[in-house]
């Protein structure tokens, strides 16, 4: 009776540990994931997922859809306290030296547990060279991307050609233009076949769980027209699509560009662009897009875009991102003492109106509120977006501060002073064919031969005035010269005048 009792003691003490195990499993478990809450946003495997996606396939299942598995037991959900900047178990922090500080410190510190199913997935890699603004890669399934070298590995491709296994991309918006191109860092794809034991590809050290995204800030990325035109539309046209749950990788890194477009970066993405020329880790994702997509000049064609994205609603990302009040220009009484307010970008160095004050003047006596915005202002994002955008119409010589229009509210007017010397159709083709799709008005005032300082640089009866086409056949470098570079403009006030009246009936009623 007494052994029975001692067995019943013991048994019943047993089952009361076998019910604490969960508890402790639990406790045990939060105890290790604790420090990781504030990581970099990139995870890594743990042996748990790993065990999880090996469970998945041998039961048949595609190994990228147990990704989402992984998550569930990896992750914890989002937190508000992280300005909605928490993904998983990642605060996106917006200092990249402290998530650089942050990935160091939970580097694996097994490598194997990253790589432990990867060889398990098939890839796909497709590439589009028939666009004539860019050359794109889209791939996924096994993808170790490693930026020092330059080089995306596509592991087990189902597409594989041999002639094929080695492609090249450089990622920038201007493939016409070959002198450009070869100032673009390339990209090199290399893809092996399912099962092949020819390529051993690096193993992977980052593992992201977001696809990615790898463009160029170099070439004209210090002029504003080109960095919008050349590089925020299509971030906007490949990356938008993800909600900001995409890593940005940026070969021929600008610090500078970076720092200047950090709001639309951050809209764009949660996560810090990658510095991918001096990134020395072995990153892993699921998905990847080397160079991007892109349509047109500063605009987007909603036939060619997967998501049908058009360049209104460009504008309105634009609007929301820089927190702007006006989406609608609406007509102006004149009789209610109110006053259509109007931008004027200013120039100083070349294609300045010398007569700047004389053309405020008049546009103030037709009933304009004009502010002047110089180059200071321009090179401040943040302000000119405001200014620009409590405008009803904004004024300037061709050159890159006329961009701005993208701020203007919709039905806005933009009015673009074209400078002497056959510029009537690059001027248009710049900042006329765009307005039609932002929901604009366009108004061009084209300067005359007795409106530029060039009449004091040549006589009359130079090519520069007898055939200015003759000066655009020499090739781009003379046209910059000659008629970008080398002239300002004297408005003829009267003619000039009689334009912004025009400008100013049609956006006020009686």
């Not at 993808?143 to 090249?168: C, W």
Request: glycine share 6%; charged share 20%.
């Amino acid at each position: 009776m007494k052994g029975r009792l001692e067995c019943r003691k013991y048994g019943s003490r047993a089952a009361a540990l076998w019910l604490m195990l969960p508890l402790l499993v639990l406790v045990v478990l939060k105890i290790d994931f604790l420090p990781q809450v504030a990581r970099f946003s990139e995870t890594r495997f743990t042996k748990v997922a790993d065990e999880m996606v090996h469970k998945v396939s041998s039961l048949g299942l595609d190994v990228a859809k147990s990704e989402a598995a992984e998550d569930s037991i990896v992750r914890p959900p989002p937190s508000a306290a992280s300005r909605g900047e928490i993904t998983g178990n990642v605060v996106a922090s917006k200092d990249p030296n402290q998530q650089n500080q942050v990935l160091r410190a939970n580097r694996p510190k097994d490598s194997s547990l990253i790589n432990s199913h990867m060889a398990t997935r098939i890839s796909k890699l497709t590439c589009n060279f028939s666009n004539y603004h860019t050359n794109t890669c889209t791939m996924e399934g096994d993808l170790r991307i490693h930026g020092k070298s330059a080089t995306v590995y596509v592991v087990s491709a189902s597409t594989f050609r041999p002639e094929n296994s080695t492609i090249k991309v450089r990622p920038y918006a201007r493939k016409w233009e070959k002198e450009t191109m070869s100032k673009i860092r390339e990209v090199t794809m290399r893809s092996s076949p399912p099962a092949a034991n020819t390529i051993v590809p690096p193993q992977c050290t980052v593992r992201h769980y977001v696809p990615a995204v790898v463009f160029s800030t170099g070439a004209y990325s210090t002029n504003y027209f080109h960095s919008m035109s050349d590089i925020i539309v299509p971030l906007y046209i490949t990356a938008r699509e993800y909600n900001g749950r995409v890593q940005l990788l940026a070969t021929d890194y600008d610090s500078k560009w970076v720092a200047k477009y950090r709001p639309i970066l951050a809209a764009l993405s949660i996560y810090p662009v990658i510095d991918f020329d001096a990134d020395t880790a072995v990153r892993c994702f699921p998905s990847a897009h080397v160079g991007l997509e892109s349509h047109k000049i500063l605009g987007i064609d909603p036939g060619l875009s997967r998501n049908g994205y058009t360049t209104m609603g460009f504008r309105d990302f634009l609007r929301w991102t820089y927190s702007l009040q006006r989406s609608w220009a609406t007509p102006i009484s004149r009789s209610s003492g109110q006053k259509p307010r109007l931008v004027m970008v200013l120039r100083r160095h070349s294609r300045a109106l010398t007569n700047e004050a004389d053309a405020i003047a008049s546009m103030t006596d037709l009933g304009f509120d004009v502010v002047a915005a110089g180059p200071e202002d321009v090179r401040d994002m943040d302000r000119i977006a405001g200014v620009v955008n409590s405008c009803d119409v904004m004024v300037g010589v061709h050159g890159a501060g006329l961009t701005n229009m993208v701020f203007l509210p919709h039905n806005g007017t933009i009015v673009q002073i074209i400078p002497w010397g056959g510029m009537k159709w690059p001027c248009w083709y710049d900042f006329g064919q765009p307005v039609p799709d932002m929901g604009l008005r366009y108004v061009e005032y084209e300067a005359i031969a007795d409106e530029t300082t060039l009449k004091h640089k040549y006589p009359r009866d130079h090519p520069v005035f007898t055939d200015p086409m003759s000066i655009h056949r020499k090739g781009f470098r003379d046209v910059w010269k000659t008629f970008l570079d080398g002239q300002n403009v004297t408005l003829d006030i009267d003619r000039f005048r009689g334009v912004m009246q025009q400008v100013y009936l049609s956006i006020t009623t009686e």
